[in-house]
């Protein structure tokens, strides 16, 4: 009995939408890199086909890609609460201290040292 030989899948995977679709999963796994590096956090990329019969002697598959790129954390504001229940981000509490102008005074001479 001679055993079959398999068609290597990538052969299947290169002719699937014609192309595009490894045009597809080029894309989305340089874009996926990219938010890995950025945010130093683990992605995933996920190809899943779906084979349905479709006749006689027929196939048809189904490609559907998902990216789950990580997420750089967001960060928070600090706000304090106004007597009157509002949110300020100024301290209410803390007392201000008058600003004035200070005049300018023109640079002193430097003076040069001879080695």
Known sequence: MTAKKARPF?????DL???HLLDELTDSQHSL??????????????????????????MTIKADVKAKEPQLSRG???FF????GN???KDPRQQ????????EEPAATLRTVNE
């Open 87 to 89: 949110l300020t981000r």
């Open 33 to 58: 890199i990219d938010a890995i590096r950025l945010t130093g956090k683990q992605g995933e990329l996920t190809i899943k086909l779906t084979y349905k019969p479709d006749g006689a002697g027929q």
């Open 76 to 78: 928070t504001s600090l």
């Open 96 to 103: 201000e201290i008058p600003l004035r102008s200070v005049s």
């Open 17 to 19: 939408e014609a192309g």
């Open 81 to 84: 609460l106004t007597p009157e």
């Open 10 to 14: 990538i052969d299947t995977l290169r």
